[in-house]
């Protein structure tokens, strides 16, 4: 089993910053590309920034310029810097991983999500 915890959610201004954590652990052979979703209430979960394992982001539009995913591959762990926040940002972050496990299975695995919300 793999698990994915998030961590850095929480309530900020409009302008503000924030950082999201995503940590990997268990039975992890390679993990392939890594991202992470967002679901704002009465809407679809949506992509908001993927990175491969060669460290190749890609974002959706609404965030361009704006969030920076990375990631630390000895840690297994991706991050999401989140700048310039908006309101509709407002969502729950989840964290995606692409897992190549212990026994040479190709699985998708998610965390439980970390609440962000942009308000005044």
């Known amino acids: 089993q793999v698990q994915l915890v998030e961590s850095g959610g929480g309530l900020v201004q409009p302008g503000g910053s924030l950082r999201l954590s995503c940590a990997a652990s268990?039975?992890?052979?390679?993990?392939?590309?890594m991202g992470w979703y967002r679901q704002a209430p009465g809407k679809e979960r949506e992509l908001v920034a993927r990175i491969t394992s060669v460290g190749s982001p890609n974002y959706a539009d609404s965030v361009k310029g704006r969030f920076t995913i990375s990631r630390d591959n000895a840690k297994n762990t991706v991050y999401l810097q989140m700048n310039s926040l908006k309101p509709e940002d407002t969502a729950v972050y989840y964290c995606?991983?692409?897992?190549?496990?212990?026994?040479?299975?190709?699985?998708?695995?998610w965390g439980r999500g970390t609440q962000v919300t942009v308000s005044s």
């Open positions: 995606n991983a692409a897992v190549l496990t212990t026994q040479f299975l190709n699985r998708d695995y």
């Open positions: 268990g039975s992890i052979f390679r993990i392939n590309a």
